[in-house]
T-cell receptor, first 116, second 117 residues
Framework: AQSVTQPDIHITVSEGASLELRCNYSYGATPYLFWYVQSPGQGLQLLLKYFSGDTLVQGIKGFEAEFKRSQSSFNLRKPSVHWSDAAEYFCAVGPLGSSNTGKLIFGQGTTLQVKP | DAGVIQSPRHEVTEMGQEVTLRCKPISGHNSLFWYRQTMMRGLELLIYFNNNVPIDDSGMPEDRFSAKMPNASFSTLKIQPSEPRDSAVYFC???????????????FGPGTRLTVL
């Protein structure tokens, strides 16, 4: 079955430390890939997206993500975390195929806590 | 652009009452999505529309839920009768549909927090 997996439900990092959030998907072909962030009490905001081309994608707020076809992964990274990055992060994929017309599949989310 | 607009932002109602949630998508977007978010089940897609037509409603929990999109600038999600287990945050999102098998980002509204007592 098609799926998106975020293995880490909860991650805690110290402010200033580096961050990597994992995302794996299971589809036959490379899907469209997205990372969203949800701050408490807010809707989801797009951080970055990958459609094709350079496998290292830059996003807003200093985030980047790398698509690795061999690992079916699209991990999100940030070199130095700020306290304001504390939020929930969602990976999403848009499966290719004629039957799919815009529907995204979301992972279960990873909650990031930042220690001072 | 004002982004996706949802109303009300908070709704508290009693079990058995009808609840109507409203959404105005971003102008020019032709796809609209309704999601529900709970601690237990995470983010769930309930239904989505392309060009005002419902495409997939397999996520709608049961017949108590219904959604309409009478025109390109307005959609409603109705729960009748409401139950305590419907308590959740309901999000509306819109996107520009680029065609079959092609995607663009979804823009989310701020959500409606529904509490059914």
């Amino acid at each position: 079955a098609q799926s998106v997996t975020q293995p880490d439900i909860h991650i805690t990092v110290s402010e200033g430390a580096s961050l990597e959030l994992r995302c794996n998907y299971s589809y036959g072909a490379t899907p469209y890939l997205f990372w969203y962030v949800q701050s408490p009490g807010q809707g989801l905001q797009l951080l970055l997206k990958y459609f094709s081309g350079d496998t290292l994608v830059q996003g807003i707020k200093g985030f980047e993500a790398e698509f690795k076809r061999s690992q079916s992964s699209f991990n999100l990274r940030k070199p130095s975390v700020h306290w304001s990055d504390a939020a929930e992060y969602f990976c999403a994929v848009g499966p290719l195929g004629s039957s799919n017309t815009g529907k995204l599949i979301f992972g279960q989310g990873t909650t990031l806590q930042v220690k001072p | 652009d004002a982004g996706v607009i949802q109303s009300p932002r908070h709704e508290v109602t009693e079990m058995g009452q009808e609840v109507t949630l409203r959404c105005k998508p971003i102008s020019g977007h032709n796809s609209l999505f309704w999601y529900r978010q709970t601690m237990m089940r995470g983010l769930e897609l309930l239904i989505y529309f392309n060009n005002n037509v419902p495409i997939d409603d397999s996520g709608m929990p049961e017949d108590r839920f219904s959604a309409k999109m009478p025109n390109a600038s307005f959609s409603t999600l109705k729960i009748q009768p409401s139950e305590p287990r419907d308590s959740a945050v309901y999000f509306c999102a819109s996107s520009e549909n680029l065609g079959t098998g092609r995607y663009n980002e979804q823009f989310f509204g701020p959500g409606t927090r529904l509490t059914v007592l």
